[in-house]
């Protein structure tokens, strides 16, 4: 093997110092109090705090009539973003149901300055600013500490944060709520009215915490339409930290009435390591020198043959021991390759590390290069390259120590012929499931739950047939009746439908085919029931060094409406309005090209442009932030040629995920995990067929920037 690129390698190292930055433990940085807004803060102002890198927190709480659920995300050390569900009891407005008004809107706040000896720290926020405008607001805020035990905070508002005993305007702001929601506002951003709001916090120790308030929020909307009395602007709070960073607040606000409030928060950095519990692997076996030139047993086509066999055998038992497969296993006197499969290790450097150390232990001492091919859906991933004796010098030493001596190529052509013996193969598996419906204001929440059965035939590795059934136990998905007019084809809107009929219902049901049609290129073509309400084709190319954080691909797509039973028929792609009467086609093939970019610190960023299943065009953004135990928080958004008056309520498709892997609550290794999407609301305008397999995520996870920043678990 040559030297070592000093480019790659300070790429690698690069790499390593991520993966130390995500692995280690969380950071001393106190996790701060978020107030009633879901915003770090006091109990309704903000403060210029911010939470640890990375920390995820959840809110809920009441003041008087108003009930607020927030999610959290601190983007990064000074990027904060929060996502925020309302729910105003006895809130007389045309918009309300029942009485209660609801509403969806999202903060963004960043941190200009840290704090220093002198310098207060100091932030500047945006408050449902793509909301209806409710609880619009803007601030400029300071917060110092003065004593380890005594914080002030003092600032500026706009909107809401400005409505109480202002003391100077600035333009003109718009007061009209806002119908649809959903578009940015910055019409209204530090315009108008502007008061001065201020507060302290006190912590007589680590877990009691005492909090005062000047609030510059007068709660007109609230007065207005909900009976809200504003005697006071001294709001006075406690707050209680368990052991586990949950928090319980208590408050007594504007003079007459009673608050609390709910905290629960986690750092993904550091929150469940995957696979901490497992057995350790198998040792490196160091070789006897004189034996490193024995090439005796190659020396003849019948011998190297035979312990060709005889070595791929006992590959194939001690890999299972490690829960690892052999796909394919090529042997020569200095040289070996193995085409590996890996089911179960969520850090594919453990994978490529455990399978290392076995062959150290199985093959004949001669050889001295291992090349190790990762496989996915038979598709080889890339060709990891390492010297036997590296392995045998470095396995006390850190990890990074063998990653610079290893390399990582391309594995185009390179893998060894697969073992056909053992296809075909078939698994099963019961789990339970659980789908939901959020966000409908004739029922917040709604959730089914049951059982899925499902099944997956690999004729090939490269040819896999599998589909699930599901039957649900209890539930009431089955009661969703709103019906809103769409002035698309109903592509998402008729879900409830599906939610009423399809109990069992198929979820899938296809065959999919992958490949390598040539260097840096992997294919897939997908046939059958695709997803809940379409079947059809679905065929997709995509192009990926496997050096570079960028990669390309382009899908297309033909689809037919499945039957709203959720079994084997299919619907014509005609689709009647239940408001207008007015018939939609849905066309038949969509599609999008789409860019990739990964850029370090684990954030990944993706643009999808196409056609969209209601034939319309755009453009979807995605952003994710990504960490080495498999934890993921990003965030999308969806623009096409479809107005905002004709999307709907929203105006646009955006939203939230959130992924979660198995094996934080196992705590052993799994390469499961748990995404939930947190729509605004799901409408026609901006809808992708949900396909299942697609390659990015595949293909990434076998190349450099991957493989590199999960290699400190190597010898896991």
């Known amino acids: 093997m040559g030297p070592v690129n000093p480019r ?15 692995s280690g433990a969380s950071s001393a940085q106190e996790f701060p109090s978020f107030n009633s807004y879901g915003s770090p803060g006091l109990i309704d102002m903000p403060s210029a705090e911010v939470a640890p890198d990375a920390t995820i927190a959840l809110t809920y709480g009441r003041i008087h009539d108003s009930n607020r659920l927030s999610l959290i995300f601190q983007m990064t050390p000074r990027l904060i973003g929060t996502f925020r569900y309302s729910g105003i009891q006895n809130f007389d407005n045309r918009d309300s149901v029942d009485g209660v008004f609801y509403d969806r809107s999202f903060d963004l706040r960043y941190q200009i300055l840290t704090e220093g000896e002198i310098r207060p720290a100091v932030a500047i926020g945006l408050q449902d600013f793509i909301g209806t405008g409710i609880y619009s607001g803007e601030y400029l805020v300071a917060t110092k500490t003065v004593t380890p035990q005594l914080k002030l905070t003092a600032g500026l508002g706009w909107g809401r944060l400005g409505s109480y005993n202002s003391v100077a305007t600035l333009g003109t702001r718009p007061v009209e709520t806002l119908g649809e929601g959903g578009l940015p506002t910055p019409d209204r951003w530090f315009r108008g009215d502007m008061a001065i709001f201020a507060g302290m916090s006190y912590a007589l120790n680590d877990r009691l915490n005492f909090t005062l308030e000047y609030s510059s929020d007068d709660y007109e909307r609230e007065a207005e339409f909900g009976g809200f009395d504003h005697s006071s602007p001294f709001n006075f709070g406690v707050d209680y930290r368990f052991k586990n960073n949950t928090q319980l607040s208590l408050y007594y606000a504007y003079g007459n009435t009673i608050g609390a409030q709910v905290t629960v928060s986690l750092n993904p950095k550091s929150t469940g390591v995957p696979g901490g519990n497992e057995s350790a692997g198998v040792p490196v076996k160091p070789r006897e020198p004189a034996d490193i030139q024995d090439l005796g047993w190659a020396s003849t086509p019948a011998g190297l043959a035979a312990v060709e066999d005889n070595t791929a055998q006992r590959l194939v038992t001690s890999l299972e021991k490690e829960k690892l497969e052999v796909e394919g296993f090529d042997l020569q006197g200095r040289s070996a390759t193995l085409k590996l499969r890996n089911p179960i290790y969520g850090a594919p450097a453990q994978a490529i590390g455990r399978a290392a150390r076995v062959m150290t232990r199985v093959l004949p001492a001669s050889v001295e290069q291992f090349t190790i091919i990762p496989s996915e859906n038979g598709m080889p991933m890339s060709a ?54 959020a966000f ?60 009423r009929e399809g109990d069992p219902q198929i979820d899938r049901l296809t065959l999919d085919l992958y490949a390598r049609p040539g260097p840096d290129l992997y294919g897939r073509l997908s046939m059958g029931y695709l997803e809940q309400m379409y079947a059809g084709v679905s065929g997709e190319l995509l192009w990926k060094p496997v050096d570079s954080r960028f990669a390309l691909g382009a899908e297309l797509n033909y689809v037919r409406r499945r039957d709203y039973d959720g079994m084997l028929g299919l619907l014509s792609n005609t689709t009647v309005d239940p408001v207008s009467g007015v018939e939609r086609d849905i066309p038949d093939v969509n599609g999008h090209v789409s860019a990739y970019y990964a850029f370090g610190n684990g954030f990944h960023g ?20 990504q960490f080495t135990n498999g934890w993921r928080v990003g965030a999308f958004a969806t623009f096409t040629d479809v107005s905002g008056d004709d999307f709907g309520e929203g105006s646009f498709d955006k939203g939230i995920t959130l992924t979660i892997p198995l094996s934080i609550g196992l705590g052993t290794p799994s390469r499961k995990t748990q995404t939930e999407t947190i729509r605004t609301i799901q409408r026609d305008g901006g809808a992708r067929l949900n396909v299942s397999n697609r390659l990015y995520e595949q293909v990434r996870t076998w190349h450099e920037p991957d493989v590199a920043n999960t290699w400190g678990r190597f010898w896991r």
């Open 440 to 499: 409908d204001p004739q029922d917040p929440l709604r959730i089914d739950v049951g059982a899925r059965l499902s099944g997956e035939l690999e004729v090939t590795p490269n040819m896999v047939l599998s589909g699930s059934i599901k039957k649900k136990v209890l539930g009431n998905l089955d009661t969703i009746t709103r019906i809103d007019e769409s002035k698309l084809p109903r592509v998402r809107t008729n879900y409830s439908y599906y939610a």
């Open 384 to 437: 990891v390259t390492m010297r036997r004796s590296d392995l045998e010098a470095l396995e006390n030493d850190a990890a990074v120590e063998m990653l610079a001596r290893t390399t990582i190529t391309d594995a185009f052509g390179r893998a060894p012929a697969v073992d056909m013996s053992q296809y075909p193969k078939f698994t099963w598996s019961l789990t339970p499931y659980y789908a939901y419906s």
């Open 606 to 625: 993706q643009v999808d442009m196409g056609r969209y299943l209601a034939g319309d065009y755009g453009a979807t953004v995605t952003v994710e932030r």
């Open 8 to 22: 790659r390698q300070a790429r690698i190292l690069a790499s390593i110092a991520t993966l130390a930055a995500f």
